[in-house]
């Protein structure tokens, strides 16, 4: 990468990361965010490994992926506060991981616009600082698409064999 690129992805990141970490603690927080939390803490204490996460809406209940990830903040720290801030970090990272899709594969132009729209729109910011099981997937997602066309396009094997496995890991 080149230093202007450097300087671009640095101005992007504090971007989403001044509007996802800012009142980190005004976000929502009800039944599913704390079944959820409540599962990754007894992961995180050692009291159980969940072969299932929360049960979803219809009654059926969500892969356990969504609890794996969560217990890595409740392994340091009991409070949801700090769970909201690794999920926000985590979509950070994810800002990073599709400006750098869009710069390789795409352009400067685009990656910028597709960055800056990802780190500003309302929406994103909102769902990328939840502690919902849908709403921290979006970063392994995006480094998977970034593993495939790694090794789609530019032919690295191992980037293949560890795309597939990562997206149904993140897709669950």
Same mark, same amino acid.
């Given at each position: ?7 671009? #992805?640095?101005? =992007?990141?504090? %971007? ?6 800012? @009142?980190?603690?005004?976000? @929502?927080?009800?039944?599913? @965010?704390? +079944? ?5 803490? *007894? ?6 490994? $969940?072969?299932?996460?929360? %049960? ?6 969500? $892969? $356990?992926?969504?609890?794996?990830? +969560?217990?890595? $903040? ?26 750098? =899709? ?14 800056? %729209? ?18 921290? +997937?979006?970063?392994?997602?995006? /480094?998977?698409?970034?593993?495939? #066309?790694?090794?789609?396009? *530019? ?8 795309? /597939?496995? #990562? ?6």
């Amino acid at each position: 990468l080149k230093a202007r690129d450097v300087a671009v #992805l640095a101005f =992007i990141l504090i %971007v989403a990361a001044l509007i996802r970490f800012s @009142e980190a603690g005004r976000v @929502e927080f009800f039944h599913d @965010e704390a +079944m959820l939390s409540m599962l990754a803490q *007894e992961m995180a204490d050692g009291q159980t490994f $969940p072969l299932t996460g929360i %049960v979803s809406s219809v009654g059926l209940p969500n $892969p $356990p992926t969504s609890v794996w990830v +969560m217990a890595l $903040p409740y392994l340091f720290n009991s409070s949801p506060l700090v769970a909201t801030l690794f999920v926000a970090a985590l979509n950070v990272i994810g800002v990073g991981v599709l400006w750098f =899709i869009a710069r390789r594969y795409l352009g400067a132009t685009v990656a910028l616009i597709a960055a800056l %729209v990802y780190a500003l729109n309302p929406w994103a910011v909102l769902y990328s600082r939840k502690i919902w099981a849908q709403d921290f +997937m979006t970063p392994f997602i995006l /480094l998977a698409v970034l593993l495939a #066309l790694y090794g789609l396009i *530019e032919g690295k094997r191992w980037a293949r064999v560890v795309a /597939l496995p #990562l997206m149904l890991f993140a897709a669950q």
